[in-house]
């Protein structure tokens, strides 16, 4: 073996080595809610949230609409997607979706998120893995909610810069009790089912693990997203409740001119009438 051979041998052997056991992660939010009683994808390895071993990886299903796949291949992914459909409530067209990688850390005491980057885990364990599709099904439906929130401040601010430039409302109240219904909708998700500021069940039989959630926390700014979003629906809220109000004022003062107006024609025809009757 010439010298070319034996450096190129040795750039193989060394790659060998360097080379990290990676995992892909895939979060789907198929929809508003995913009916997981009496699923069988496989082993079951957790009940809250309904987690499965689907081959070499892991299926979780979460009930406000996400699955995280964890370590699947693509067909296998379609064949879980596809078993889900029939369970799916409010499905969506096309599906919220992120992705992330997992790798194992050089130095299994350092747990470790690069920013952008894969998240280094001392192992791949199941309780480890549950963390991750916690976290990321939260920001899957976090990445929902607010483009909800965001497509009802598109329709709410020209109406804001109407009223300030022209002094005038929108006439159409049925339109502003939408708004205050989708803000609701999005409120009760974030509050309700996907409850966002709570931690996973698999950190109170692994406390340990506190540490390597609340990294993954400030990796998705869950917090940070969830407290934006909350102030957002207020606004929202606010607002669409003042639009209300005016517009009930302005439906009240013309009842009521209404009313006078009637009053008065009633009087003049009574005067009319008495004046005729007296000639």
């Known amino acids: 073996m010439n010298a070319d051979q034996l450096a190129a041998s040795a750039a193989a052997t060394s790659a060998r080595a360097e080379a990290v056991p990676t995992l892909r992660i895939r979060a789907l ?3 508003d809610r995913i009916n997981a009683s009496g699923l069988e994808l496989g082993a079951l390895v957790s009940s809250t949230p309904a987690a499965f071993r689907v081959h070499a990886g892991l299926a979780v299903i ?6 995280v796949l964890i370590g699947l291949l693509p067909s296998e992914e379609k064949v879980v997607i596809d078993s889900l459909k029939s369970r ?4 969506l067209s096309p599906h919220e979706e992120e992705t992330a990688q997992a790798q194992l850390c050089k130095d299994e005491n350092a747990e470790v998120i690069q920013p952008g980057g894969p998240i280094c885990l001392a192992k791949f364990t199941d309780d480890r893995l549950l963390l991750i599709a916690d976290a990321l099904a939260k920001s899957t439906s976090l990445a929902r909610d607010e483009r909800r929130v965001a497509a009802v401040f598109d329709v709410i601010e020209p109406l ?3 009223l ?6 929108p006439s159409r109240r049925k339109g502003i009790l939408q708004l205050i219904g989708n803000a609701l909708l999005v409120q009760q998700r974030v509050a309700g089912r996907v409850a966002v500021a709570e931690k996973p069940d698999v950190l109170w039989e692994k406390p340990e693990l506190d540490r390597l959630y609340a990294r993954l926390e400030d990796e998705y700014e869950l917090k940070e997203r969830l407290d934006t979003l909350e102030r957002k629906l207020t606004a929202v809220s606010e607002t669409a409740n003042a639009l209300t109000d005016i517009i009930d004022t302005q439906r009240s003062l013309r009842l009521e001119i209404a009313v006078v107006v009637l009053i008065l024609i ?10 005729s009757g007296t000639h």
């Open 62 to 67: 979460f009930r406000y609409g996400v699955v």
């Open 160 to 162: 804001a810069h109407k």
């Open 29 to 31: 939010m198929l929809g």
């Open 266 to 275: 009633e009087v003049a025809m009574s005067v009319f009438q008495i004046s």
């Open 88 to 91: 799916v409530i409010g499905e």
């Open 164 to 169: 300030a430039e022209q002094g005038r409302t």
